[in-house]
């Protein structure tokens, strides 16, 4: 049996602010080729992870690593070189500028001008309402559009990992189902992914192995089937 290489691994992790501790003591793995499912309940910490993961938020204690080197005192800038691009809770997206230049944006590490290109035409033909729009001012889209711009500019990295902040935040079903159908297309395409997610059902579902977050703590862990099958998961977070 070939076990995959470890892209990222936090330990320990604790992160702390405005006086409160957000992250307790937080462990999980993700692995090369695999989507990995955050779930818990508003204000478990989810999110403070990521930002942490990322260096948005500084680290109280613990490591986070990632191709076996920690990130410390690393910013998501050096992160994208390294090929790490997260989606952020909220999309922010680059109101002023065209759903183009924001792809472009997407791609400021890169120099290879002719793929770029290529990128710019996978992104739109991964996502039709882009091309349609392709001009227009990003802050004038709608959340959808401007969840799908933020997924494309992330892409358009050429990510190892992605990393995804509750991508589905505030849509209608219809562009829910839409976001899912991209991850999973990005997923078997073979980038990793790393989904921190409120709707439980729909990340489970498609994850080859899950974390429950709960108060800062990571308090269960297991294959995406046997945590959508687990009755303690099923009547906190899928309201049976």
């Known amino acids: 049996m070939i076990v995959a290489q470890t892209l990222l691994k936090v330990k320990g992790l604790k992160v702390a602010y405005g006086g409160i501790q957000a992250v307790k003591g937080v462990d999980f793995e993700v692995h090369e080729g695999e989507l990995v499912s955050l779930i ?35 910013g998501p800038w050096d992160l994208v070189k390294q090929g790490l691009a997260m989606v952020p809770e909220g999309r922010g997206v ?12 997407g791609a400021y590490v890169r120099n290879d001008k002719a793929q770029i290109a290529s990128d710019v035409e996978r992104m739109f033909t991964i996502f039709p309402r882009l091309r349609e729009r392709k001009d227009q ?23 190892k990992l992605l990393l995804l902040d509750e991508p589905s935040m505030g849509l ?22 790393l989904l921190v997610e409120q709707n439980a059902s729909r990340a489970l579902a498609l994850a080859d192995r899950g974390y429950v977050m709960e108060s800062g703590l990571v308090t269960m ?17 899928l309201g049976e």
């Open 94 to 105: 680059f109101a002023r500028m065209t759903i183009t230049e924001n792809l472009l944006m």
């Open 172 to 193: 209608s079903p219809i562009m829910v189902d839409k976001i899912f159908e991209v991850v999973q297309d990005v997923y078997a395409q073979g980038v990793t992914v």
């Open 40 to 74: 818990g309940s508003n204000g478990a910490g989810k999110t403070t992870t990521m930002k942490a993961i990322t260096g948005i938020l500084p680290i109280n204690a613990g490591d986070i690593e990632y191709l076996g080197k920690s990130l410390k005192g690393q």
């Open 137 to 159: 001012l990003a802050g004038t889209m709608s959340g959808g559009e401007q969840q799908m711009l933020a997924m494309g500019r992330a892409l358009m990295s050429r990510p």
């Open 221 to 237: 862990t297991g294959s995406g089937k046997d945590l959508l099958a687990n009755p303690k998961v099923r009547a906190a977070y």
